[in-house]
C-alpha cells in the first residue's frame, strides 16, 4: 500500500469519525432539549396541582343556629318574600355569641363575626326556604369559613408569625383554636368551585358560569366556522380557477391564521358590537369573534386534508362516470375528513384558551348569574383565571390554578377527542 493511499484511508476513517461524533453530539443535543422541556413542563404542573389542589376543600364552621320566628317570619304567613327579607345574619352572630358569650366589646365583636364568610347568610337563607319547617327550631349547620381562616387552617398562614405579618389578628387565632378544640371546624369537598358563580369573595367564588359562558361560546364558534371553513378548504381546492385572486385569497387566508388574536377582538369590538349593536359580554358575540379567528385554521387544515388525498381517487371516481361534486362528496371528503376535524378540533381547542378577543368585547365584566342562552352576559373560563389572578386576596391564588387545570383538562378532552376521531374515521388507501 502506497503512502498516498493511508493517508486517504486515515483521512477517510477521521471523516468517518467526525460524522459520527457530530451526530452522537446531535442526539444528545436533542436528548438534552428534551429532557430540559421536561423538567419545565414537570415544574410548571408541580407548581399547579401544589397550588391547585387545596381549593378542592372548603373550611367550614360549625354553628348551633336557633331559627326564632321572631326573627324571620313574625307575621307566621311563611310567604317566600319575607323569609327572603330576613335578617339571618343576625342569627349567625347570635349562635357565635352564645359559643364566646365574654366577647361584649363592639370591635371584639366585629373581629369574631369576620370568623364567618359574608356568604354564611345566603346559605341559612336558601336552607330556610327550601325548608320553612325549620322555623321555630333550632339545628347544626356546617357553614363556610372567612377565606383568612380558611387560608390559616390550610397552612398558607402562619400561626407562629408576628401579628402584623398575618391577616388573623391573636384574638382571632385564639377563637379559631377553641373552636378546632370543640370539633367546630372541619375542610370539606368545595363543591361550590364547580357548581358556583364568580364571588367577590374567594370562598364563594366558582367557575360553573364561566363553563357555561365557554361552553356556549364554543357551540357558536364550531356552528359557524366548521361548515365555513370546510366549505372554502372545498371550493378553493377542487373547484376553484388557479389564477392571481386564489392566489392572493391564498396569501390572505395564510395571513389571517398569524394574525394576533387580539386583533379579531378589535375588528369584533368594530363590527358586532358598535355596527350591529350586539349585547356586550356575551358568549354569542364571544362566539363570533373566535369563529373570525378559527376559520382560517380550519380552512389550513382541510385544504391539507384535501390535498393528501391520492390522485388516483378522483380519477378513478370520474372514470366511472362520477360528477365532480360526487367525486368530492362521496370518494375524497370521506377520506380528508379525519384530518379536517382533527384541526378543527385544534381550532376549537385553541379558541377556548384565548382570552385577548373577550377582553375587548367586554367578557371580562364581574359575572355572577349562570347564563341561560348565548345572549345572557358571561363570562369565560381563561377571562376568570385572569380575573382571579389579578385578585389580591391568597386565597384566589389557589382558585387561579385550579381553574386553570379545569381549563387543561378540557384541552386535553378535546385532544384526545381530535385523536379518537381521526382513528375512528380514517381509511386506508
Do not use: C
Amino acid at each position: 500500500m502506497s503512502k498516498y493511499q493511508s493517508k486517504l484511508q486515515k483521512q477517510v476513517a477521521n471523516g468517518i469519525s467526525r460524522r459520527y461524533r457530530k451526530e452522537r453530539n446531535f442526539r444528545l443535543a436533542g436528548l438534552g432539549a428534551m429532557l430540559v422541556g421536561l423538567l419545565f413542563l414537570g415544574f410548571f404542573f408541580y407548581t399547579l396541582i401544589g397550588n391547585g389542589y387545596t381549593a378542592l376543600w372548603q373550611t367550614n364552621v360549625l354553628l348551633d343556629i336557633e331559627f326564632t320566628e321572631s326573627s324571620i317570619d313574625p307575621t307566621g304567613t311563611r310567604e317566600m318574600e319575607a323569609l327572603g327579607r330576613a335578617n339571618y345574619g343576625g342569627l349567625i352572630r347570635d349562635s357565635l355569641q352564645t359559643i364566646f358569650p365574654e366577647v361584649s366589646v363592639r370591635r371584639d365583636l366585629r373581629e369574631l363575626f369576620q370568623l364567618v364568610s359574608p356568604g354564611a347568610p345566603i346559605e341559612i337563607r336558601s336552607r330556610v326556604m327550601e325548608n320553612p319547617s325549620l322555623i321555630g327550631k333550632s339545628a347544626s349547620l356546617w357553614v363556610l369559613a372567612d377565606d383568612d381562616v380558611d387560608m390559616l387552617v390550610k397552612g398558607f398562614l402562619l400561626r407562629g408569625a408576628a401579628e402584623d405579618e398575618r391577616r388573623i389578628t391573636n384574638q382571632q387565632l385564639g377563637w379559631i383554636e377553641t373552636l378546632e378544640a370543640q370539633g367546630r371546624v372541619q375542610k370539606k369537598f368545595n363543591y361550590r368551585f364547580f357548581t358556583g358563580g364568580d364571588s367577590r369573595d374567594p370562598e364563594m367564588a366558582g367557575i360553573w358560569s364561566a363553563t357555561v359562558g365557554s361552553f356556549f361560546m364554543l357551540v357558536v364558534t364550531i356552528v359557524i366556522a366548521f361548515p365555513l371553513g370546510v366549505a372554502t378548504a372545498i371550493y378553493l381546492e377542487e373547484f376553484a380557477t388557479k389564477n392571481r385572486w386564489t392566489d392572493l385569497i391564498e396569501v390572505n387566508i395564510n395571513n389571517l391564521a398569524a394574525v394576533p388574536s387580539i386583533v379579531f377582538g378589535l375588528l369584533g369590538l368594530a363590527i358586532f358590537i358598535n355596527f350591529f349593536g350586539l349585547p356586550r359580554s356575551a358568549p354569542l358575540v364571544g362566539g363570533l369573534v373566535l369563529a373570525l379567528m378559527t376559520v382560517p385554521v380550519i380552512i389550513i387544515a382541510a385544504r391539507a386534508s384535501l390535498t393528501a388525498v391520492p390522485p388516483s381517487i378522483r380519477e378513478a371516481a370520474l372514470g366511472v362516470g362520477a360528477s365532480k361534486m360526487q367525486m368530492v362528496f362521496h370518494h375524497v371528503m370521506p377520506l380528508a375528513m379525519p384530518g379536517m376535524l382533527t384541526g378543527t378540533i385544534i381550532g376549537m381547542a385553541r379558541a377556548l384558551g384565548e382570552s385577548a378577543p373577550l377582553l375587548m368585547i367586554g367578557m371580562v365584566a364581574f359575572i355572577v348569574d349562570v347564563p341561560s342562552n348565548p345572549i345572557d352576559p358571561s363570562t369565560a373560563l381563561p377571562v376568570q383565571v385572569y380575573l382571579w389572578a389579578d385578585s389580591p386576596e391568597r386565597a384566589f391564588v389557589e382558585r387561579t390554578s385550579a381553574a386553570i387545570l379545569v381549563l387543561l383538562a378540557f384541552l386535553l378532552v378535546m385532544n384526545a377527542t381530535a385523536i379518537i376521531l381521526r382513528k375512528r374515521f380514517e381509511q386506508r388507501w
